[in-house]
């Protein structure tokens, strides 16, 4: 028997324990023989991360594709893993030595700092695998992967060593993101954008050789210029003032005619003395400030690309650390007379830390006359989002990947339809990055991580193996003498003495972009370069189930990687998913406090209420707006499940063995089968099209409303009546239909499904293996003609109870019913349910008449019109009034919202989701207007 109540506390671990002892994940358990296969990779979470809400979301949907799959009786692989996490775990470590006051990186050296990373892993990292097992992820974990274990690491080498053979891979002096704090080029991702209150320092450059021009001060109301003074100076603004040290020209734009006959011509850059050009560029824009912007390559990322294109000297002005460098700094003094100015500048400003110094420059400027004004200015400034800090624009050498070359085929892939973006709108967001995609930098900074396979010998040679001796061997043979690899320290002190027998190599220090391993992730973790029989046969995977952020970062790169490789695509579809946003649309952010854990909600209310609702408001392209008050009612639908089948268990509802739901004769049955496999069909066309909240929808309306609400409703006077043949045939109905359920539910519930298909088994012979391995229902035939009599019924129910309810009618109150128009099938039909009408619409009888009896709600159904006199139950005059005042009340809202949606100041100015948040309010209240017309339109036509 079940017990009273549901306790997924206690439930879920147990379940789990039993899939997993099963070895029931194992890939290829429960398919059938000779099946399709049905793979996918999980994004592998950082081994230093923790379950959040964005992961519950995308396992949540991966381990629905899964089950679903599994249970269709396909071959299914879903293959786990972890990513290394360069940064995050070098960080966790770090943090830890210094807690524990032991020698940091540095003191202890690469070698036993590497070590100790490795030793936290096997002691901490990997935990949200751990609780991807809570959510109920029903991943392979025998083929648990990591993006630094022993295959892993020999596919990167191939990787790297054959790509920078073909000359795809090469190391470049180019901008990077850096990060002062952390020393590391960081990638974009790691790049979070926060909106700063600064300056805007607008600055005067002389114009060499007492130049002028005319300089408009004053502007008509249509922007034409009205008053001019002469200037032998040009004004330039920045948020950044430091970086000026390393102007190398002023840019304005080609059609400016203010500026255009000193294009050619020079100023000379404040404090320091460079004599820079003017160049004229499509950059500067003539409706921005002055027109005229100061260009620095070193420090900026579009003033690198106008760098280049006007060949410009690229001056880096800042050493590592961010601090300011100058008086070693050959590239800032080159070409710039050594006087008294300079001296002062370099004495002022060279070791000083940027922020500092851009204090001291502004006072600098000022002084010598230089500084033009100062705004208030809030803009967005990049930090770091590990480091915490200002990046930087830093001009650096680096290892990159020619991605343009490999982004060809890819682009291709998709525009051909050989992998396929769901929602489709992603493609163009891929197009618009991959068609204007730039080399990728590859090399960071660490020293967690997979180290560069590239040794450095005298006079620029470079050795790109897979191993130590490889390298060793390459260079012997090209300096035809010994050869021997010492640290970088080492090698150079040696190749500055030169003249030794021995030629000194050493090993580059930095390691790859965790994303370059992740990169391989479809094939290296099924045993790539190695020919496995798991590659060959879960190669291409089948769909990739990831977060729009990463589209650039991880999917873009998979696919170059997967065609340059494997010769195919790695997989056919990418579903791309939503965010999870709070319940008013904002983003979860830890300074907000708004973020929701969900570890909390799955202790609260259990995994399946926590997966449902995820799947439930999974619409694609839309964002999911989560409360905590949406997982606790769909706690109640477990709870109505289960006491669905506990209701069913206790009037003698059992599974019988043989049992045809196409031959059962009673009306309710013939009914219930014809639903029950219109559902199906509904939610297995939903998820073959990745529409996971159509297919959880359905499920939930049949559940709910057609199996609890209606089926058991009608099916109670069966179940205590004398008719034994319908007792039985009804009992065997309601528990097939039940099991049929569980099957459906199960990939977005498998926890509370699977207790419920072991325990619902009394009276009946064992289950023959677990839901988790029992075939996808498919189709069960139905019955038109029973469907359409109970759905009639239904609809005749429940707008009776609508009108009710609309018109406040007492709860308790008998009301006759009056029937006007019927044909001989409603006839039929009324005849055959009046005692069911009569108990669940509460009405006292059921009368036919010609002609509409005065004073009634009327309810049209079908040919007939079900009338109810409510002359006498309701207070007319008083309904009327609540009504108005309501409609009014409304009225006043809808006016307030489209005041604020029809302004356009409104629109510009508010976070998107406050102004979905208004047009779903808009939307919700104009739904009521129309429900209190109708309810005041039947009060007029009461009289």
């Known amino acids: 028997m079940l017990d009273k109540t549901y306790d997924a506390a206690a439930v879920e671990p147990r379940i789990y324990d039993t899939w997993e002892s099963a070895d029931a994940f194992r890939a290829g358990a429960g398919a059938e023989p000779g099946a399709a296969t049905y793979s996918i990779v999980i994004p592998p979470p950082n081994v230093t991360g923790s379950l959040h809400m964005g992961h519950a979301l995308n396992n949540t949907l991966q381990d629905i594709l899964v089950r679903f799959e599994r249970m269709r009786g396909r071959d299914v692989l879903w293959q786990p893993g972890v990513d290394h996490a360069g940064i995050a775990a070098q960080m966790v470590v770090e943090r830890q030595l210094m807690e524990r006051q032991e020698p940091g990186r540095r003191e202890m050296g690469r070698?036993?700092?590497?070590?100790?990373?490795?030793?936290?892993?096997?002691?901490?990292?990997?935990?949200?695998?751990?609780?991807?097992?809570?959510?109920?992820?029903?991943?392979?974990?025998?083929?648990?992967?990591?993006?630094?274990?022993?295959?892993?690491?020999?596919?990167?080498?191939?990787v790297f060593v054959s790509l920078f053979k073909e000359g795809l891979i090469y190391k470049d002096k180019r901008l990077v993101n850096w990060d002062p704090k952390l020393q590391t080029a960081i990638s974009?991702?790691?790049?979070?954008?926060?909106?700063?209150?600064?300056?805007?320092w607008h600055f005067r450059y002389p114009l060499?050789?007492?130049?002028?021009?005319?300089?408009?001060?004053?502007?008509?109301?249509?922007?034409?210029a009205t008053a001019f003074e002469t200037r032998d100076y040009i004004v330039v603004a920045t948020t950044r003032p430091e970086t000026m040290l390393g102007d190398t020209a002023v840019a304005v734009n080609p059609e400016d005619e203010r500026y255009k006959g000193l294009i050619g011509k020079h100023v000379i850059l404040p404090l320091v003395g460079r004599r820079i050009p003017i160049v004229a560029d499509d950059y500067a824009d003539p409706e921005a400030g002055s027109g005229a912007v100061k260009i620095t390559p070193a420090h900026d990322f579009n003033d690198f690309e106008v760098g280049k294109r006007h060949g410009l000297a690229m001056i880096s002005v800042l050493d590592r650390e961010a601090n300011i460098s100058l008086g070693e700094n050959e590239d800032f003094l080159d070409g710039v007379p050594a006087d008294e100015r300079l001296r002062k500048t370099v004495d002022a400003l060279d070791g000083q830390e940027r922020f500092a110094a851009r204090k001291k420059l502004v006072g600098m400027m000022e002084a010598e006359g230089c500084l033009h004004a100062i705004e208030d200015h809030t803009h967005m400034v990049p930090h770091g989002d590990r480091g915490g800090v200002p990046i930087e624009p830093f001009l650096t050498d680096q290892w990159y990947v020619d991605a343009a070359t490999l982004a060809k085929p890819a682009i291709e892939s998709v525009r051909e339809g050989r992998t396929a973006f769901v929602p489709k709108t992603w493609e163009k967001t891929y197009y618009d990055w991959m068609e204007n995609i730039q080399p990728w930098c590859?090399?960071?900074?660490?020293?967690?991580?997979?180290?560069i396979p590239a040794w450095y010998g005298p006079d620029g040679a470079v050795f790109v193996e897979k191993s130590e001796e490889d390298a060793l061997k390459a260079a012997q043979a090209k300096f035809g003498r010994p050869v021997e690899i010492v640290s970088q320290a080492q090698a150079l002190a040696r190749w500055e003495e030169g003249g030794e027998e021995t030629v000194a190599l050493h090993r580059d220090e930095d390691v790859l972009d965790t994303w370059f391993s992740s990169a391989l992730w479809p094939f290296s973790t099924l045993g790539w370069p190695d020919k496995t029989e798991e590659l060959a046969r879960y190669y291409p995977t089948s769909v990739l189930v990831t977060g729009f952020d990463i589209i650039f970062f991880w999917v873009a790169r998979m696919m170059m990687m997967g065609l340059h490789y494997m010769k195919t695509e790695p997989f056919h579809t990418v579903y791309i998913h939503a965010l999870v946003r709070d319940e008013k649309g904002q983003k979860m952010s830890k300074s907000k406090g708004n973020v929701i854990d969900p570890l909390d909600l799955i202790e609260e209310y259990g995994a399946d209420s926590l997966r449902f609702t995820l799947a439930a408001m999974a619409a694609q392209g839309r964002d999911i707006k989560l409360s905590p008050s949406r997982v606790a009612g769909y706690r109640n639908f477990t709870t109505k499940l289960w006491n669905a089948a506990r209701f069913v268990e206790?009037?003698?509802?059992?599974?019988?063995?043989?049992?045809?739901?196409?031959?059962?004769?009673?009306?309710?049955?013939?009914?219930?089968?014809?639903?029950?496999?219109?559902?199906?069909?509904?939610?297995?066309?939903a998820l073959e099209n990745y529409r996971f909240n159509d297919a959880a929808n359905a499920a939930y309306r049949f559940v709910w409303n057609t199996y609890c609400d209606w089926f058991l409703e009608f099916a109670k006077p069966i179940f205590n009546g004398d008719n034994e043949e319908a007792k039985a045939e009804t009992r065997a109905t309601a528990a097939w239909a039940l099991d049929e359920t569980l099957k459906i539910l199960h990939p977005f519930m498998p926890f509370l499904t699977e207790e419920l298909w072991a325990r619902t088994v009394e009276g009946a012979a064992p289950r023959a293996e677990?839901?988790?391995?029992?075939?996808?229902?498919?189709?069960?035939?139905?019955?038109?003609?029973?469907?359409?009599?109970?759905?009639?019924?239904?609809?005749?129910?429940?707008?009776?109870?609508?009108?009710?309810?609309?018109?406040?009618?007492?709860?308790?109150?008998?009301?006759?019913?009056?029937?006007?128009?019927?044909q001989a099938v409603t006839r039929t039909r009324l005849d055959t349910h009046e005692a069911l009408i009569k108990r669940l619409a509460r009405v006292e009888s059921i009368a036919l008449q010609e002609a509409l009896p005065k004073g009634s709600a009327q309810i049209v159904v079908g040919e007939a019109t079900f009338c109810l006199p409510l002359e006498g139950v309701i207070d007319l005059s008083a309904e009327r009034a609540r009504l108005s005042k309501e409609l009014a009340k409304i009225d006043g809202e809808i006016a307030r919202i489209d005041k604020?949606?029809?302004?356009?100041?409104f629109l510009a100015k508010a976070p998107e989701d406050v102004v979905e948040g208004e047009k779903e309010k808009r939307g919700e209240y104009g739904e009521r207007r129309g429900k209190v017309e109708d309810a005041l339109a039947r009060l007029a036509n009461l009289g």
């Open 111 to 158: 070698e036993a700092f590497v070590k100790r990373v490795w030793d936290w892993k096997a002691e901490s990292g990997g935990m949200i695998l751990n609780q991807l097992k809570r959510l109920g992820a029903s991943c392979d974990w025998s083929r648990e992967r990591f993006t630094m274990d022993e295959g892993l690491s020999r596919a990167v080498l191939e």
């Open 188 to 200: 974009d991702l790691e790049v979070q954008q926060l909106e700063i209150k600064g300056n805007l």
């Open 208 to 224: 060499e050789g007492g130049e002028t021009y005319q300089a408009p001060v004053e502007w008509d109301d249509e922007g034409n």
């Open 442 to 451: 590859i090399s960071r900074q660490l020293w967690w991580g997979h180290q």
């Open 650 to 685: 206790m009037n003698g509802g059992v599974r019988v063995a043989g049992f045809d739901p196409a031959q059962v004769s009673q009306t309710i049955n013939r009914w219930i089968v014809t639903e029950t496999g219109r559902t199906i069909g509904a939610v297995t066309e």
């Open 770 to 822: 677990l839901l988790l391995h029992t075939r996808w229902p498919g189709s069960v035939g139905g019955d038109d003609v029973a469907a359409a009599e109970i759905n009639w019924l239904v609809d005749v129910i429940s707008e009776i109870r609508s009108v009710r309810a609309e018109m406040n009618v007492p709860a308790g109150a008998q009301i006759p019913l009056v029937v006007t128009g019927a």
């Open 900 to 905: 604020k949606l029809n302004n356009s100041g």
